[in-house]
């Protein structure tokens, strides 16, 4: 199994982690480590890749996954919600809680605070990150922002990720600075596109809330297909997971 260590500065008792496409059972189209149960895949795999994920990661328990619904609401995990929480982000205090999201193209953030007191990982497709989901993770923390670090893994990049006038302007109505994370794309003479770069906007966001300490942002889903699902790319395919989670004592 293939996973992505954030190169982040986090305490020694926070860990984290974003699987790759690699070292699972599923088959094609959902080759190989899929761990998306929502996406068509035979669950045994996905159950036998899940397995082997807390296995190879030594995970102190299950992962709470999420019902993600391209929103912005955040799940607070020491109240133990059950089930599949219907949230785009979530965050704990209690060690050995393993918060998680699943992506293929969308960005997935994970956060935890200086003190190593409380972590979280948030969904951000555009319509989530365009609606707060990443201010609302903020705001979930105790610790001021100037405290809380940031990591963002892979996710569709800048010159791949192409939308029209709805997804500019929902960004700019925020923020009108959101702008210069548009580049104009080829299209027909009525309509406008663009690339939008989901890492800038992120950045941006996390800046207007007092999140300096932002870290990650350089790999693509959609050119490295070797390493990850797209779902701009493929259509049908699988889900990586980022997770994190307050090791326990020993």
Known sequence: M???????????????????????????P???FNLGGHVGDEPTAVAANRKQLRKALSLPAEPYW?????????ANLDADPGGLPEAD???????????????ADCLPVLFCDHAGTQVAAAHAGWRGLAAGVLENTVESFAASPEQIIAWMGPAIGPHAFEVGDEVLQAFCEVDPAAAEAFIAAPSEANEKKWFADVY????????????????????????E???????????????????VWIEEEE
């Open 2 to 28: 293939n996973v992505i260590t954030p190169d982040w500065p986090a305490p020694k008792q926070v860990r984290a982690a974003t699987t790759t496409r690699q070292g699972g059972v599923s088959q094609p």
């Open 89 to 103: 982000a979530s965050t704990t205090t209690i060690k050995g809680t393993v918060c998680a999201v699943l992506t």
């Open 225 to 243: 297909a070797d390493d990850f699902y797209s779902f701009r790319r493929d259509g049908k395919t699988g889900r990586m997971g980022s997770l």
């Open 66 to 74: 999420l019902s993600q619904v391209h929103g912005s609401t955040v």
């Open 200 to 223: 800038r906007l992120a950045r941006q966001r996390l800046a207007t809330v007092g999140v300096k300490n932002v870290y990650g942002g350089g790999r693509f889903t959609f050119t």
């Open 30 to 32: 959902f080759d190989s």
